[in-house]
């Protein structure tokens, strides 16, 4: 039985690396087939030209649909490896994108696309916007598959719970054929579409039920039915959201097919990637939007360029031959840590759609994890972003003793990347990942204390240049700190907008300007 057990879990692991590595074989030339499609699609052409490209982007979106629920299938037999990323998401623009999709199959079957009601809803929710949206073109596309004529509706209304939370219900609702009770016993298995002569008829994986179910028991809710034979069904489900604190911006009213130019101008970016054709077609996107981008074919090449040149942006491919993109990563941060050269901010470009892969990138410190192939508007989006608020690409460490429940002061949230750390974790994590401060805020001076000086240490015996610290202390014990080589040391009355001073003046100091750090100077305890 021992080892029964042990070749099952050895052709399990065999059938998830092969299936994510097809996923990113898969990837890349889709996200050079899509990139080659926005190009054209903004480029003179007659009417007929753009209805072709459009049906040529469906069958390229319905692709890509296919691979991720796939690779999403192999991730549930292992619950640790798929996650809910809940982040500021604006509401009504994810609703309008879902609808948007089948606006064509509707007219092209004479089936109506009621308007859409959603009635109060908020404008920004936290909540997965992705999984969001493949639920919701899951349950559409199943609707407008199934109804060769009458209607298909998406319905959605928030009822608020208390001051921040409330319960956003959704229905999708179609007169199509209906489920008969043979078809409802196996509604949500894996691969099941009722019998052979809907699976011919209609097509399809029998996947999406089951992943939008298993999607929605992730993020606290049930998928649910009512059905009539031969009149229609309706799909309905209820989340616990909360509303963000900050607002995003509406990317339905904000991108179109020629968003405007100058906005992100002349931004510098430099693409990594080992496929020569996948570096050409970002960098002509790039172009059309006028940023001047260049191109690197290996890591080796890209690590001396980022070192050599102050570029807005890095595009990293992760899987690379010979110097891979975790190893690019990792080498330019050590280098600019020994430097003291400001940070390129990194956003990682690849067809490794993992979770792991993508909590070690943000680990490390990069920017941005995007898979492949990624639409024209989130990349416009991402660099408009940056553009707009290079507070994003800053990352500050909060040292307090209340990880688990203390929320950073409103300063630390005005688009600053901050990770709330207990100070035993300290060492492991200033070690392991790229920080621009360090915010010390301990209820113990001694602790306090000796956090900083760990920082210190750790920086002395890898030859890096200084990060900026800020601690709160009794004015009694500030020698010690000055001592202990801390920037700043405030009161712990002090003001927002003192804080928020203190904060921008050390993030915006040159570099180049601290001194490395001396042992003779340094207080190291020696218990």
């Not at 969001?132 to 598959?145: I, P, R, S, T």
């Not at 054929?177 to 078809?183: D, F, N, S, W």
């Not at 993992?354 to 898979?371: I, K, N």
Request: glycine share 6%; aromatic share 6%; proline share 4%.
């Amino acid at each position: 039985i021992v080892d029964l057990l042990k070749r099952a879990n050895i052709s399990s692991v065999a059938k998830d690396t092969f299936v994510a590595l097809m996923s990113h074989e898969i990837r890349n030339p889709l996200n050079a087939l899509l990139g080659c499609l926005h190009i054209l699609s903004i480029s003179p052409c007659s009417n007929e030209q753009k209805e072709i490209l459009s049906m040529a982007n469906c069958c390229g979106d319905f692709l890509l649909s296919l691979v991720s629920s796939v690779l999403d299938l192999t991730r549930l037999d292992d619950p640790t490896s798929l996650a809910i990323h809940e982040v500021p998401c604006h509401l009504k623009s994810i609703l309008l994108r879902a609808v948007g999709i089948f606006e064509n199959q509707c007219r092209a079957k004479a089936v109506t696309m009621l308007p859409c009601n959603f009635n109060g809803l908020p404008e920004t929710v936290m909540c997965d916007g992705d999984r969001l949206m493949q639920v919701l073109v899951n349950l559409l596309g199943n609707a407008v598959k199934f109804t060769e004529k009458g209607h298909v509706s998406l319905t959605a209304t928030w009822k608020p719970i208390q001051h921040r939370t409330g319960e956003l219900s959704v229905i999708v609702e179609d007169s199509g054929i209906g489920l008969t009770p043979e078809v409802q016993e196996k509604l949500f298995e894996r691969f099941s579409q009722g019998d052979s002569s809907v699976a011919r008829k209609y097509g399809g994986t029998g996947l999406g039920l089951y992943l939008s179910r298993q999607l929605l028991r992730l993020m606290g809710c049930e998928l649910r039915y009512t059905t009539e034979p031969g009149k229609g069904t309706k799909f309905f489900f209820t989340l616990q959201l909360n509303l963000a604190e900050a607002k995003v911006q509406d990317k339905e009213s904000k991108f179109s097919d020629k968003p405007p130019l100058g906005l992100i101008q002349d931004m510098q970016i430099l693409v990594v990637d080992d496929s020569p054709m996948n570096c050409k077609i970002l960098s002509r996107m790039l172009q059309t939007w006028q940023c001047r981008p260049e191109s690197s074919l290996s890591g080796s090449d890209a690590i001396q360029r980022m070192l050599q040149q102050d570029w807005d942006l890095v595009f990293l491919d992760l899987q690379m031959p010979e110097v891979d993109g975790f190893t690019v990563i990792r080498q330019y941060y050590e280098s600019i840590r020994k430097s003291g050269r400001a940070r390129v901010p990194i956003a990682v470009l690849t067809g490794n759609t993992t979770e792991e892969d993508r909590s070690l990138c943000l680990d490390l410190g990069v920017y941005a994890f995007l898979a492949k192939p990624v639409c024209a508007e989130n990349l416009y989006q991402l660099l408009l972003e940056l553009k707009q608020n290079q507070n994003r690409t800053k990352r500050i460490l909060y040292v307090t003793e209340y990880e688990s429940i203390f929320t950073p002061p409103a300063i630390l949230r005005q688009g600053y990347i901050v990770l709330v750390s207990n100070h035993e974790r300290v060492e492991t994590l200033f070690t392991n990942s790229v920080w621009d401060l360090v915010l010390v805020d301990l209820d113990s001076e001694s602790t306090a204390l000796s956090t900083v000086k760990q920082v210190r240490e750790v920086e002395l015996i890898r030859g890096w240049k200084p990060v900026p610290i800020i601690c709160f202390c009794a004015s009694s014990n500030q020698e010690q700190f000055t001592r202990a080589r801390c920037d700043a040391i405030l009161d712990r009355t002090v003001g927002d907008i003192q804080l928020a001073g203190t904060v921008h003046e050390l993030l915006t100091r040159n570099p180049n300007s601290t001194t490395k750090i001396e042992e003779s100077t340094l207080q190291l305890d020696q218990t």
